[in-house]
């Protein structure tokens, strides 16, 4: 089983539309928890932190569930410029960052 | 302004054929990563440095070596590249914060091709 789990998509939306994307991870003394996003061939940017309270960043929404070992990510009224791949990443401590393989989304006109 | 520099952008190399790429950061980050990604595939950590001492993962291939000369060096050596190699070489740095919300700070990263 890998360690973080998503559901590779690719989703495909129109403009406008609310996207949720899922992740899940196999270790549970895991301590941090993020949201990248990778736009073809460059590099993953911070999109935004995880908390178990979530937390929410205009359009975005992170929400974490320690019981159940699953990260989610909630796109409101999706933008063209939303189009990329979204890499769900745990942090396990000492240093350690793993990443899932992401989820493609294509926000279509 | 850049803050973590990667070169080359792209590095076409031979089978065999030994290859280093390069990092540097102007952020004074203790902690430096080197990641590998090849196509539709996750980042994978190869290894890292907090600030001297250097730790690997158990998978990373002997093939793969690593220097950090100063706090705002870091190389990737492959000894002896072979086809699987081929994948874009990510550099990333974070801060020490007790290991709680390790943000990852990336280059641009390093298009290795081996042919």
């Known amino acids: 089983r890998k360690e973080v789990e998503q559901d590779p998509g690719p989703f495909n939306v129109p403009e406008g539309a609310t996207v949720a994307f899922n992740c899940t991870y196999s270790?549970?003394?895991?301590?941090?928890f993020f949201w990248y996003r990778q736009d073809c061939r460059k590099e993953p940017k911070l999109l935004m932190s995880?908390?178990?309270s979530g937390n929410e960043d205009g359009r975005f929404t992170a929400q974490l569930n320690r019981a159940s070992q699953y990260i989610s990510l909630l796109i409101r009224d999706s933008k063209l410029s939303d189009s990329a791949t979204y890499l769900c990443?745990?942090?396990?401590?000492?240093?350690?960052?793993?990443f899932g393989a992401g989820t493609r989304l294509f926000v279509k006109a | 302004d850049a803050m973590v520099i990667q070169n080359p952008r792209y590095q076409v190399t031979q089978f065999g054929k030994p290859v280093t790429l390069s990092c540097s950061q102007t952020?004074?980050?203790?902690?430096m990563y080197w990641y590998q990604q090849k196509s539709s595939q996750a980042p994978k950590l190869l290894f890292h440095?907090?600030?001297?001492?250097?730790?690997n993962e158990a998978d990373t291939p002997d093939n793969f070596q690593s220097r950090r000369p100063n706090t705002s060096f870091c190389f990737l050596d492959i000894r002896s590249p072979g086809l699987g190699d081929t994948a874009m070489y990510l550099c990333?740095?974070?801060?020490?914060?007790?290991?709680?919300?390790?943000?990852?700070?990336f280059g641009s990263g390093t298009q290795l091709s081996v042919l």
């Open positions: 990333a740095t974070s801060s020490d914060s007790g290991g709680l919300e390790e943000k990852l700070f």
């Open positions: 270790n549970s003394a895991s301590q941090s």
């Open positions: 995880v908390y178990s």
């Open positions: 990443v745990v942090n396990t401590g000492g240093f350690k960052t793993i």
């Open positions: 952020l004074n980050h203790n902690v």
């Open positions: 440095y907090y600030d001297k001492d250097f730790n």
